[in-house]
């Protein structure tokens, strides 16, 4: 199953791809301000080129297991992608990946941050 992971930002949502069999997953690189007209029209032109079978929205979610304001606004985002998306949309837990993104290549790299929670997330279906 090809899945687009998004690590959703207020200035930049970074994307992340799987393979066709759902086993590898690979940055792709960041949407600018998806909730306005010209980010959602990015997006939305994304996921039809790429033609994933589901979209993957990572959740924030604090280490004691809340969900803070961040959560909320990733939250409204999702409930507006799921309106327009031709595919399901779903969200996953993120807690580690901008962190281990940032621990891996020095710098917050949104796409690489979605690439791990695309990976998280195909890790659970595999096994």
């Not at 090809?2 to 997953?25: E, F, W």
């Not at 304001?69 to 779903?90: I, K, W, Y």
Request: with cysteine.
């Amino acid at each position: 199953m090809k899945v687009l992971a998004l690590d959703y930002g207020r200035a930049r949502t970074g994307m992340a791809v799987s393979d066709p069999t759902g086993t590898l997953a690979r940055p792709l690189g960041t949407v600018k301000r998806v909730r306005s007209l010209a980010g959602r029209a990015e997006l939305l032109r994304q996921i039809e080129e790429l033609e994933p079978e589901r979209v993957v929205v990572g959740l924030p979610i604090s280490l004691d297991g809340r969900r803070g304001r961040q959560a909320g606004e990733t939250l409204a985002f999702v409930a507006e992608l799921e309106a327009s998306c031709p595919v399901p949309v779903e969200t996953y837990d993120e807690r580690f990946t901008t962190a281990m993104a940032n621990r891996l290549n020095g710098s917050d790299d949104d796409a690489v941050a979605a690439a791990h929670l695309l990976e998280g997330y195909l890790k659970r279906f595999a096994g």
